[in-house]
Nanobody, 125 residues
């Protein structure tokens, strides 16, 4: 019902920037929140950032606060992640996620209903 496609990943030197985009299609009218998660080799998937579709709430993982910015364009059904001052430890596959309904749980811990295929971000030293 909802398809998510990430783009914008690539190879960048430490200290550089990348902008990831996630395009939602299908039944996007009922999306409540969207988030970004990442998974590095040998590690568990971890929360990066999330935003409610109305922009009222945003949250960031401590590791990316002050460096990453999440934003959304409701008209284009797109959520973006601006990644600045990238570090080698940011290297991971980044996944976009979407949720239909509000939750008692915080954006970083709640369940998400749809997931994209992921886009690789590699930060070299």
């Amino acid at each position: 019902q909802v398809q998510l496609v990430e783009s914008g990943g690539g190879l960048v030197q430490a200290g550089g920037s990348l902008r990831l985009s996630c395009a939602a299609s299908g039944r996007t009218f009922n999306i409540y929140a969207m988030g970004w998660f990442r998974q590095a080799p040998g590690k568990e998937r971890e929360f990066v950032a999330a935003i409610t579709w109305n922009g009222a709430s945003r949250d960031y993982a401590d590791a990316v606060k002050g460096r990453f910015t999440i934003s959304r364009d409701n008209a284009k059904n797109t959520v973006s992640l601006q990644m600045n001052s990238l570090k080698p430890e940011d290297t991971a596959v980044y996944y976009c996620a979407a949720a239909h309904k509000p939750s008692i749980y915080a954006l970083r811990t709640r369940e998400y209903d749809y997931w994209g295929q992921g886009t690789q971000v590699t930060v070299s030293s």
